[in-house]
Nanobody, 122 residues
Framework: QVQLVESGGGLAQRGGSLRLSCAASGRSVSDYAMSWFRQAPGKEREFVAGISWSGGLTYYADSDEARFTISRDNARNTVYLQMNNLKPEDTAVYYC???????????????WGQGTQVTVSS
């Protein structure tokens, strides 16, 4: 089993930055892909960014590629999401997920964190 705990969410202003972290425990996830998803009120959960087990491959939603950076530290069993130039439409609960395959489909991920709220004011 894998437990994931996100942190780093909060309130930011338009144009500001936040760095989310997701720490895994229970087993090493160094052989798993790790991704971030988000869900805004009344909307479906959507893929934000993902990273392969080695960190050598990253994958972003088209709308976020220029502003967000995903990275991981396998020694710390942690994945990060650096978010710059935040917009009000980035407001959502951000979830960390991990699984054997790097995929934008949330159904491919068996392990999820509880989420961290990101609110961007205008």
């Amino acid at each position: 089993q894998v437990q994931l705990v996100e942190s780093g969410g909060g309130l930011a202003q338009r144009g500001g930055s936040l760095r989310l972290s997701c720490a895994a425990s229970g087993r090493s996830v160094s052989d798993y892909a790790m991704s971030w998803f988000r869900q805004a009120p009344g909307k479906e959960r959507e893929f934000v960014a993902g990273i392969s087990w080695s960190g050598g491959l990253t994958y972003y939603a088209d709308s976020d590629e220029a502003r967000f950076t995903i990275s991981r530290d396998n020694a710390r069993n942690t994945v990060y999401l650096q978010m710059n130039n935040l917009k009000p439409e980035d407001t959502a609960v951000y979830y960390c997920a991990t699984g054997p395959f790097l995929d934008s489909d949330y159904n491919q991920y068996p392990y999820w964190g509880q989420g961290t709220q990101v609110t961007v004011s205008s």
